[in-house]
């Protein structure tokens, strides 16, 4: 005989299904709530459109800066000011393709993509030294970040952390370099310490990089006069967590300062961080390039800056040396920008998904 299995009330049913419904909710919320901090913050970062734009030209930047060389049209030369018999100019008798406007815009061969951005006075293509230039663009906006950061986050630790006559000691000195014209200072010592021409002393064969000595004396000098705004962040970031309940756990465990700074305290400020850096990053770019720009930098090295004050005196006839370049710095920072307020939106724990 068959026998057919009599189902339960109807109201016992609806209450299983509800109860499974509810499990399978908070099953995907325990999941999503097991998302790392990093995780959660790529997920917020992949819905600015701003970001994303930021992202895209600062890995165009990087790109260009490492493997710009090898697809460059024209060579790098050592020495900007030598002639080189490659572009068949002398710039003592003017005779060669100096002062060419764009190609796209020349009566003369408007088919032709022979200079994309024309030349200079005497003679270099715009758009070799932009590519050449971005590599020590980069090298620049990393290095003055790192020795910026380092400095930052050492004083801003031990003033934040310590507290009491420390901060108040640290914290002083780091307004002195707040009050004083940064600009002006970077431009004194800079004066001071720069030399003419510098032997190249890092030379990484693989990115094709050679690093003069008057570059690197710019970058240390920038690097040294821009960390106090940053340390003082980082301070005050450091005075909100130490007073936190698992900072108290950790010192009741018998935790010293050394593993309490480095182990709990900065990898909680690691955003934080990470967002002062890009913005920090585009701030060291333009810095160079005013300071190339007013006739301090490295005359010997190709940077965007150095293009800029190398072809002002002729800005009214080759505009395009000036203009070009002048691009390339705006785009370079706005992305760094725009990746900075899209790191910072990312990682800030008050915005909700």
Same mark, same amino acid.
């Given at each position: $005989? ?21 499990? *399978?909710? +908070? ?5 999503? %709530?097991?998302?790392s ?5 790529w ?18 930047? &990087? ?5 710009? /060389? ?28 100096v ?18 951005f024309? !030349? ?13 230039? !971005? +590599? ?8 003055? !970040?790192?020795?910026? $950061? ?21 914290? %002083?000195?780091?307004?002195?370099? =707040?009050?004083?014209? /940064? ?7 800079? %004066? ?17 990089? *050679? ?5 690197t004396?710019?970058?240390?000098? =920038?690097?040294?006069?821009?960390w ?10 450091f ?30 400020? $690691? /955003? ?19 300071v190339?720009?007013?006739? &301090? ?8 800056? *150095?293009?800029? *004050? ?8 080759v ?11 705006? =785009?370079t ?10 790191? /910072?939106?990312? $990682?800030?724990? %008050?915005?909700?998904?």
């Amino acid at each position: $005989m068959l026998c057919l299995h009599k189902p339960e009330n109807k109201n016992q049913v609806d209450k299983e299904m509800a109860s499974n419904k509810i499990g *399978q909710k +908070k099953k995907g919320k325990s999941k999503r %709530r097991g998302a790392s901090q990093w995780a959660v913050a790529w997920r917020r970062f992949k819905r600015n459109k701003a970001g994303i734009f930021g992202l895209v030209i600062v890995m165009a930047v &990087f790109f260009v800066g490492i493997f710009g /060389s090898f697809f460059a049209p024209y060579p790098a030369r050592p020495d900007p000011h030598a002639y080189d018999p490659f572009y068949d100019i002398d710039p003592i008798t003017g005779i060669g393709d100096v002062r060419k406007p764009p190609s796209w815009m020349d009566p003369e061969e408007p088919n032709s993509w022979k200079y994309l951005f024309g !030349t200079t006075p005497i003679g270099t293509d715009v758009f070799s030294d932009i590519i050449h230039g !971005t +590599k020590y663009t980069v090298y620049v906006g990393v290095l003055v !970040t790192v020795i910026t $950061m380092a400095l930052s986050i050492a004083v801003g630790a031990i003033a934040g952390f310590y507290g009491r006559w420390v901060d108040n000691i640290l914290m %002083r000195i780091s307004e002195v370099f =707040l009050v004083f014209p /940064s600009l002006l200072l970077i431009l004194v010592f800079v %004066r001071i310490f720069t030399v003419s021409v510098g032997e190249p002393f890092l030379n990484i064969p693989i990115i094709n990089i *050679q690093i003069p000595t008057g570059l690197t004396i710019v970058i240390v000098i =920038l690097g040294l006069f821009n960390w106090a705004s940053n340390a003082r962040m980082i301070r005050g970031e450091f005075l909100r967590v130490r007073e936190l309940e698992f900072i108290e756990a950790e010192r009741a465990l018998g935790a010293g300062n050394i593993r309490i700074i480095f182990r709990h305290i900065l990898p909680n400020l $690691m /955003s934080s961080i990470i967002v002062v850096s890009s913005l920090t990053i585009a701030y060291a770019i333009l810095l160079e390039a005013a300071v190339s720009f007013l006739g &301090f930098g490295d005359a010997n090295t190709i940077t965007w800056g *150095q293009i800029l *004050q190398e072809n002002f005196s002729e800005m009214r006839i080759v505009w395009w040396a000036e203009v070009f370049p002048g691009i390339a710095i705006l =785009l370079t920072v706005f992305g760094f920008n725009l990746l900075g307020d899209g790191l /910072s939106d990312a $990682m800030n724990p %008050r915005l909700r998904d």
